[in-house]
């Protein structure tokens, strides 16, 4: 299958501060990519729909001033989490649609553990 | 919007055994289904996945039914091994929604040797 890589793995951060994950298509090119949170032993919540070259789209209950997301690339979206709080400690992870020219796959990348200290 | 139920949360068989996971979604535009097996910290991975213009489909152990009429999809995992042991999650996706993923509450599977 595809492959989609998410950077950093892990990261600690101070209240306050912003923080930038990555999500890149490595083989395959992206026009759709999706931002999900996980909390320990729960399911994947959808954030936002990325698509290159246009504004994402939030879902209900999303703060999209504090989620930015930014597809500027077919290969690269960004989830920057702005003033983070503790509470915003969470599992990220995103995935990439691939249109193989007759079906859509999902693949997700290896996930962010963001922790805020 | 979508709404995906799986049953049950958790699931322990023995080794060898057949396993099987249900979910029941509502959207009648749903059109793709994937199943997905996540380890602890570690990312989703697809393991398989079904259309609706199929009602099954089978990948070795692996096998998933759909029931577009009841709007119910399984997956079956037969001679089961301890590293099936994960959380599987079910997912339905509409085309008309940029295949958007609704996921269900996942299942803790366990299998003890």
């Known amino acids: 299958g595809a492959v989609v890589s998410q950077h950093p793995s892990r990261v600690i951060c101070k209240s306050g501060t912003s923080v930038k994950i990555e999500c890149r298509s490595l083989d395959f090119q992206a026009t759709t990519m999706f931002w999900y949170r996980q909390f320990p032993k729960q399911s994947l919540m959808l954030m936002a729909t990325s698509n290159e070259g246009s504004k994402a789209t939030y879902e209900q209950g999303v703060e999209k001033d504090k989620f930015l997301i930014n597809h500027a690339s077919l290969t690269l979206s960004t989830l920057t989490v702005t003033s983070a709080h503790p509470e915003d400690s969470s599992f990220y992870i995103c995935?990439?649609?691939?249109?193989?020219?007759?079906?859509?796959?999902?693949?997700f990348g290896p996930g962010t553990r963001l922790t805020v200290l | 919007g979508e709404n995906v139920e799986q049953h049950p949360s958790t699931l322990s068989v023995q080794e060898g055994d057949s396993a099987v996971i249900k979910c029941t979604y509502s959207d009648s535009a749903s059109n793709y289904f994937p199943w997905y097996k996540q380890e602890l910290g570690k990312r989703p991975q697809l393991i398989i996945d079904?259309?609706?213009?199929?009602g099954e489909k089978k990948d070795q152990r692996i096998a998933v039914t759909l029931n577009k009429t009841a709007k119910h999809f399984s997956l079956h995992i037969t001679e089961t091994q301890p590293e099936d042991s994960a959380v599987y999650f079910c997912?339905?996706?509409?085309?008309?929604?940029?295949?958007?993923?609704?996921f269900g509450k996942g299942t803790l599977l366990t299998v003890n040797p």
């Open positions: 997912a339905a996706a509409a085309r008309g929604s940029n295949y958007k993923l609704t």
């Open positions: 995935s990439a649609r691939d249109f193989d020219g007759s079906a859509d796959t999902q693949y």
């Open positions: 079904i259309r609706s213009n199929v």
